[in-house]
């Protein structure tokens, strides 16, 4: 869909938008600002392939953030006056992005509802070259990682879809990542289908999937067992209460107080506990001294620092290593190859 979208008819309309909703009374006077910030970014896509740099002059750069709600707008632009027409047979209709899942309910005339059916369907491609694949009216439907399907008696019932062509090339046991890693994958991964299929045997069925992949990718069921009992507990616990109340207050520490330790990750490195006793030990609080959060800088500021957190990155994997994404000093320069 990026691709596809015209920047000079995207800009034009999105910016008329703008000036519509933020020139309502109480709203920021930024109109023309952010309006001059979406051309910049929408008119100079620049992509740097080895020696050569290119202005991408067509369709929506494919990684700049602002490209989701971009992309969402400007089809809502059309929808919102297309949808409206046929609510009384679209009863439902929910877009992500390039994703368009509904409900029809069906005209008792079999021809007057093919005439519906068609005109929606027309609607769908009448907005400046965007071109939609529409699936055929149908009971059952896979949308995201969702099989929904409408039962006789007409509920909807929900199963976890999974593509034939996934992997499913889980982190290896050996791999050079925390210990908790699995735990936080099983637990959420079962967490997800639990929540995903409306009938216990289909969550069994995917859960066991799930384990088989694991041991697979070389990790001992000695390990996975007691972990998927407690995740399936979890899960348990977890959807009984959804739906009540659970007020969380806000923090009451001062979040400036924090300092942060970057590393890189390596199973042989200390333990965060071990940093974080040292920390206290011997920086933030040394038995007999000033407290860290009491001492001045060098501009007479206290320097009101007494929580370290470690924010770890991973070190260069595989993937990295042979999936070389410069290519510069890698043979002759791209430009060589670029004719008059």
Known sequence: MYTNIKTDVALTLISELIRQELHKPQQPSYTEALISALHIVFTNSIVKFGDTYWRQISGTGMGIAPAPPWATIFYALHEQHFVPKLSDHLIFYKRFIDDIIGVWLPHPNTATDTSLWSAFCNDLQQWHGLEWTVSPLS?????????????????????????????????????????????????????????????????????????????????????LEPLFLQAIQHADTFIMNQGRDHYTPPPTHDTSTKIFLHLEFHPEDPKPQAIHRLWHEYVSEPEGERPLRDMCNSFKERVNLDRLTIAYSRPPNLRNRFSVRDISGRGRDVSSYLVE
């Open 139 to 223: 009971t059952r439907c896979n949308f995201m990682d969702l099989t929904l399907t409408i039962t006789p008696t007409g509920k909807i019932d929900t199963n976890l879809f999974e593509k034939s062509q996934n992997l499913y090339l889980y982190i290896p046991p050996g791999s050079a990542h925390p210990k908790g890693m699995i735990k936080g994958l099983i637990f959420g991964n079962t967490l997800r289908i639990m929540r995903l299929c409306s009938h216990k045997g289909d969550a069994t069925t995917h859960l066991t999937n799930f384990k088989t992949r694991l041991l697979a990718r070389g990790y001992p069921l000695s390990l």
